[in-house]
């Protein structure tokens, strides 16, 4: 199984800019599909981004497009989360996490231990 881990979150002010970065060690990166989910205490986890195996196809939730930015480098066994525009809607915890078999990914076998973004207004 992948072990994931989140790297590059903190405080920002609104219309500022951060780069998170996943992670991945313990098994070949390119074998999974990869989203970012975020949550905020009390809500859902809301999927936010995916990136197919090779990094070919891109989703994102509406909430997000065109102001985030999902991608790959699987010689580096990373997936990095552009986060542009940034509000204060956008604070949240956020996650990455794992699907081997399915695009767009669903059932998710590894999750990051999530990192903190806050947006002050």
């Known amino acids: 199984q992948v072990q994931l881990k989140e790297s590059g979150g903190g405080l920002v002010q609104a219309g500022g800019s951060l780069r998170l970065s996943c992670a991945a060690s313990?098994?070949?990166?390119?074998?999974?599909?990869v989203a970012w989910f975020r949550q905020v205490p009390g809500k859902e986890r809301e999927l936010i981004a995916a990136?197919?195996?090779?990094?070919?196809?891109?989703d994102y939730a509406d909430s997000v497009k065109g102001r985030f930015i999902i991608s790959r480098d699987n010689n580096k066994n990373t997936v990095d989360l552009q986060l542009n525009s940034l509000k204060p809607d956008d604070t949240a915890t956020y996650y990455c996490?794992?699907?081997?078999?399915?695009?767009?990914?669903?059932?998710?076998?590894?999750w990051g231990q999530g990192i903190q973004v806050t947006v002050s207004p």
């Open positions: 996490a794992t699907d081997r078999f399915r695009w767009p990914p669903s059932q998710f076998d590894a």
């Open positions: 313990g098994r070949t990166f390119s074998d999974y599909c």
């Open positions: 990136i197919s195996w090779g990094g070919g196809n891109t």
